[in-house]
């Protein structure tokens, strides 16, 4: 069964400093999505992305973030300058013709 | 008044119960509802979606009430690895927002 996968599981970053997070999502999905849960939180929506471009943002996806797909399978979210706030799990979602999404096991982030 | 409500729980059953688990939403305008189920630090995991008419999928059944803004998910026959937390989440396809909005989730313990 087709799944989506993210790298890397756990990442450790310094305050200040810039990570990008990798999704590959199910192949013949058009629409990717970013996701984050603070731990101990619900899961919130940062980003969607469709055709090559941002469909909707939330108010949490802001100037520090970014979002990139560079070549046909990979999928990045890119955070500039990290601050202590962006600690949580990171996850990425795709989905295809219908509004069901599929999550990959996510990325989990600490800030130090 | 919350987006997507639920009750945290834990609802704690024993092996073989039936439980119900209810949640409330209050844009009126959502189109796509669903119950995706969380392990402990994992990714959302799809567990059904929800139509106006019920839909049933072996042990689980989910019916939707427009008229209250009312989801519920029903589980027969609880089995152990039924332990988890269930999340309410819906979808307000009729802007063209994909983006999925999730309840805080109901723990469910279930015990030998």
């Known amino acids: 069964e087709p799944e989506v996968t993210q790298t890397p599981s756990h990442q450790v970053t310094q305050m200040g400093q810039e990570v990008i997070l990798r999704c590959v999502p199910i192949s013949n999905h058009l629409y990717f999505y970013w996701y984050r849960q603070i731990l101990g939180q619900k899961v919130e929506f940062l980003v969607s992305?469709?055709?090559?471009?941002?469909?909707?943002k939330s108010e949490i996806f802001d100037d520090q973030f970014s979002v990139e797909r560079p070549d046909g399978s990979n999928f990045t979210l890119k955070i500039r300058s990290t601050k202590l706030e962006d600690s949580a799990m990171y996850f990425c979602?795709?989905?295809?013709?219908?509004?069901?999404?599929?999550f990959g096991p996510g990325t989990r982030l600490l800030v130090l | 008044r919350k987006e997507v409500e639920q009750d945290p729980g834990p609802f704690n059953v024993p092996e073989g119960a039936t439980v119900a688990f209810n949640c409330t939403y209050s844009n009126s305008a959502s189109q796509s509802f669903f119950w995706y189920r969380q392990d402990c630090r994992k990714e959302p995991k799809l567990l059904m979606s929800v139509y106006s008419s019920g839909n049933e999928d072996g042990r689980f059944t989910a019916q939707l009430n427009r008229a209250s803004q009312y989801i519920s998910l029903l589980i027969r026959d609880s089995k152990l690895s039924d332990s988890a937390t269930y999340l309410c989440?819906?979808?307000?396809?009729?802007?063209?927002?994909?983006?999925?909005?999730f309840g805080s989730g109901t723990r469910l313990q279930v015990q030998p």
């Open positions: 979602a795709s989905g295809g013709t219908t509004e069901t999404q599929y």
């Open positions: 989440v819906v979808n307000l396809k009729d802007t063209g927002r994909r983006a999925l909005t």
């Open positions: 992305f469709y055709n090559n471009e941002i469909s909707e």
